[in-house]
């Protein structure tokens, strides 16, 4: 255990906040007796994976709980299919490009997501087309309050739109130590996603011809356009979610706003695009100090060099105000305020 971290380093939005303890936990077992030992319940914690969708806000009076645990094991394997599970601290990129090396199909629309593979499962992480709630079949977790192990099945998380049962009913009660995800050994792309096939297109990819590997490096190559690189910019991705809002809210806002970026679901609600939103309320690129809004993508939230946390969700207050007071659409943030 260390104590006084700065946890710059473990955040990617880059922000000086210290904290009181340090641990890493490196296997399963290191989690079990580490939650066993520990009575948490009156101590401040806050487990922490790769620490790209946290914003600290405050120097972290407590534990930080890094989680470290290692490790790509084939739990089942047939012509078809193949089942992997996954040590939670392996690192979210990492294992996309292992199971695009081994034409494992189904995550490679998920390529370059910051983060690790515990993490993944929270806010069931999404991009271009595909939530990873469509691999994962089950979340090996440990309960915090005794050090007890157990296993959910994918239909018991409640996945939903960057969000499962970790982050709303058992919020803060699970450490995720393992995933497993069960992935398949024929091509099954998912190109719906318009941007993918005009970047496969200026690849020179066929159609036809298509791998795993050219979608993953479509993905890349979109991503790499759009959104700034952590180790050059600190940033969390999309600050907010996208709002969801109901047929007869979507007419409303169309009559004002003919041109508004929306997204017809299968329920007929309709998912508003949170960066045109952000955009048309005159954030984008705003800076003041050494934080922001994004040049190129107005849902993401930057620190230049050396914001504090608390400037950056005070900013994130004025954008909620501000889009509200516009288009009556209230924006909920993604990023976990610490
Ligand atoms: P952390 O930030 O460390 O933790 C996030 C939350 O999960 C915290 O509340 C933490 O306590 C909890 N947690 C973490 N690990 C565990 C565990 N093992 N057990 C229990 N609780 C845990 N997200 C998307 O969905 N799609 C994107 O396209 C996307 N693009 C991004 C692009 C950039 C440039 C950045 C910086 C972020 C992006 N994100 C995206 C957000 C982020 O990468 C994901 O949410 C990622 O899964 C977070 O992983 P992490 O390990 O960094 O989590
Ligand atoms: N747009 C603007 N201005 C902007 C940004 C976006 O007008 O500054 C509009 C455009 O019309 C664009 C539309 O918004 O067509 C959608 O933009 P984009 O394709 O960049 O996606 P997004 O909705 O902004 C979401 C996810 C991303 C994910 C991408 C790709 C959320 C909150 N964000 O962003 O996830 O990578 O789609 O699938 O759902 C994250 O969660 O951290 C994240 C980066």
Redesign the pocket.
Known sequence: MLEDINLKPYNTFGIAAKAKWFTELQTEEDALNFFKENNLAKTPHLILGGGSNILLTKDFDGHIIKNAIKGIEITFEDSTEVNLKVGAGENWHNFVMYTVNNSFFGLENLSLIPGCVGASPMQN?????VEVKDTITKVYCIDKANGSKRTFDKGECEFGY?TSIFKTKLKDQYFIYAVEFKLSKKPKFHLE?G?IKTELESMGVKESSITIKDVSDAVIAI?KS??PDPAEIGN???F???PVISKQEFKQLKIKFEDV?AYIQKDGSYKV????L??KAGW?GFTEGDYGVHK????VLVNYKNAKGSEILALSERIIKSVKAMFSVSLER?VNIV
Do not use: D, P, T, V
């Open positions: 992480i999404g991009a271009y087309g960057r996603y941007a991503r759009k959104l969390a991705g999309s907010f979610k996208n970026a695009a949170a960066g045109w952000i955009e984008k190129k993508q107005a849902l993604e």
